[in-house]
């Protein structure tokens, strides 16, 4: 929905103009997945999907929030009353952010707030971080925060974990808050440094095809909690602060040094692996043969696949389909379970590799999945 409409929608509830209009995209990891949380390496890229928020402050206290998206009018929430575990509807993420905002000690009075969002939901594509990010930047502007993008990226991060109770990483809230269209983003998560790297298929007759299995899946559930964890585990064996410590030169031997306990070898591997994975895919792309990344995709997907266990049927039919239909490289991407899977095609392979995607997707009895292309597109901005 364009900016003007967003605009337009707030004063029919709200009774007069919004302040301003922002927006965040959702996002598509290319590659570096459960790295964040084990301060390694992550790739991603905006897509042109994305959030967008009219705001006008309040000074009374109060933060009014409607949503588009949502069934039911406009919720009320006083701000003295905000805390974690209070909300389990999607107010708690642009509430987290505003409960974050305040508890870092910034005066916020309060807020009229309307929402509308194109980033699909439970896609692994980055929904819950749109709305958290475009939040961030609209107060940062109205209240004058002089925040830089990474510290609005914490504090969301901070909203997601302890407000809304999922304990992800800080990649998704970066990615929104500081891609650059035609890029990729190469991200430290230990120091949040970040590079962008230029990504731009199409000059090169390429295509990125995004496809939703619409196997839907949510971080609060147990499973990511339990593979963060055994990270966790893993590095306090192997006397580290984080798997990233590990070097993959030394990989062999840390393996040997976790002995029979199997579970956390295998996420150990993945995770060192995978950060090797992510600097494999930098140099190729800084050396201009974006053609040589699709092996590594497919490798990550076997190594979640095997490894991390988080792939489900839907999503390695999409890699075994893709790879037999001419693909370059296949993988799934965020956190598992359900979610999307993205595809490295030469653009003359899509309409085939689309049908059979649709064919195999019929064969198997699973829903239709949803295929588009991914452009990388701008971070969070202003827009009126
Ligand atoms: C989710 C989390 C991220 C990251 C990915 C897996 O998207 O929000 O922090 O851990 O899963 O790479």
């Not at 059979?356 to 971070?379: C, I, K, N, Q, Y």
Request: hydrophobic share 45%; glycine share 10%.
């Amino acid at each position: 929905m364009g900016a003007q409409q967003v605009a337009e929608r707030f004063t029919e509830l709200y009774g007069a103009r919004p302040e301003g209009v922002w927006a965040a995209p959702g996002r598509v990891n290319l590659i570096g997945e459960h790295t964040d949380y084990n301060d390694g390496f992550v790739m991603p890229f905006a897509l042109p999907h994305q959030a967008v928020a009219a705001v006008s402050r309040r000074d009374d206290g109060l933060l009014r929030l409607h949503s588009a998206d949502m069934e039911g009018g406009v919720v009320e929430l006083r701000l003295d009353a905000l805390a974690p575990g209070t909300d389990s509807a999607w107010t708690a993420y642009p509430a987290g952010v505003v409960w974050a905002l305040r508890e870092a000690g910034h005066a916020i009075t309060g807020a009229d707030v309307h929402l509308s969002s194109t980033v699909p939901t439970g896609a692994g594509l980055s929904s819950s971080a749109a709305l958290e990010v475009v939040i961030a930047l609209a107060f940062d502007d109205l209240y004058d925060l002089g925040l830089a993008r990474w510290q609005l990226a914490r504090l969301c991060q901070r909203a997601e974990n302890v407000y809304v109770g999922a304990p992800t990483g800080i990649m998704d809230q970066t990615a929104s808050a500081c891609c650059a269209p035609g890029h990729a983003l190469f991200l430290d998560t230990r120091d949040l440094s970040q590079q962008q790297i230029p990504f731009d298929l199409a000059a090169e007759g390429l295509r990125l095809l995004v496809v939703d299995t619409q196997v839907k899946h949510a971080h609060s559930g147990g499973e990511y909690g339990k593979r963060r964890a055994g990270c966790e585990k893993g590095a306090a064996l192997l006397g580290v602060d984080a798997l990233r410590d590990i070097a993959y030169a030394d990989l062999d031997a840390a393996l040997a040094r976790l002995g029979d306990e199997e579970e956390i070898r295998r996420l150990v591997r993945h995770v060192v692996t995978e950060d090797e994975r992510v600097e494999r895919t930098v140099a190729l792309l800084r050396a201009g043969d974006p053609r040589a990344i699709g092996p590594i995709l497919t490798e990550g997907h076997a190594s979640l696949r095997d490894d991390f266990r988080i792939s489900c049927p839907e999503l390695d039919l999409v890699v075994d389909t893709a790879l037999a239909h001419g693909a370059l490289g296949s993988r799934m991407t965020g956190g598992g379970f359900g979610g999307s899977a993205l595809i490295l095609a030469e653009s003359s392979e899509v309409p085939s590799l689309t049908k059979a995607l649709e064919a195999a997707f019929a064969t198997a009895d699973f829903m239709a999945p949803r295929v588009f292309e991914a452009v990388p597109s701008a971070g969070a901005r202003r827009l009126v």
